[in-house]
């Protein structure tokens, strides 16, 4: 599951350039040949949007300059989220991200869709139990026939290291770490 999504990811790029977790992976894994690797610091989005959270209306599209922005952008703005989209999410099986901060909780909230299979729902529960933090709500999932996604809400509070003083770049980074880590031990246990 992974190391096809890896191998296509390295077969695709000349200059090839990796997170740290896909350099580990791909060293521990043999998938690396001879050629520079260069050291990847975040991702590249296709599409960043700011988007009002009762009518889901286009307020603004973003370019790269607003994800150096502190994530506490979205706790002064709450009425808005922001959505992503970004081709390096087909290796961690995620269709979009969206971003906002819950009121009703006071946490900042990810949602996005994650590619598993709906056998997996078990595995995904343990693996989210484990490896946050328990505070306030941590998470909710649901799996989605119609789209064959489980729907992930995940406290980005409950994440380690998460600070509200993280840009925009840091956090969706933060994030693109945990779900590899998630699928990565996904298929250590398959």
Known sequence: MLKKQMELLMNEQVNLALFDVEKAYA????LLFDGTVQDMTSLHFNVIERCDKLSEELLEEETELFLAIPVQ??????????YVESDRFDVI????LALEFDEAFGVYSALFG???????????HAYLTSHLQH??????????GQDGLWEVNLAL?????????QSFAEVLVHLYRFVFGLLEELEETV
């Not at 952008?73 to 922001?82: G, I, T």
């Not at 590619?115 to 729902?121: D, V």
């Not at 509070?157 to 003083?165: C, G, H, M, T, Y």
Request: hydrophobic residues 30%.
């Open 114 to 124: 994650l590619r598993l299979q709906k056998k997996q729902g078990e595995f995904l």
């Open 157 to 165: 509070n409950a994440l380690d290291e998460f600070s509200e003083q």
């Open 73 to 82: 952008y979205l706790k002064e703005h709450s009425h808005e989220f922001m």
């Open 93 to 96: 099986r995620v269709d979009s």
């Open 27 to 30: 060293e521990k894994h043999t």
């Open 135 to 144: 505070e306030k709500m941590t998470y909710s999932v649901a799996f989605s």
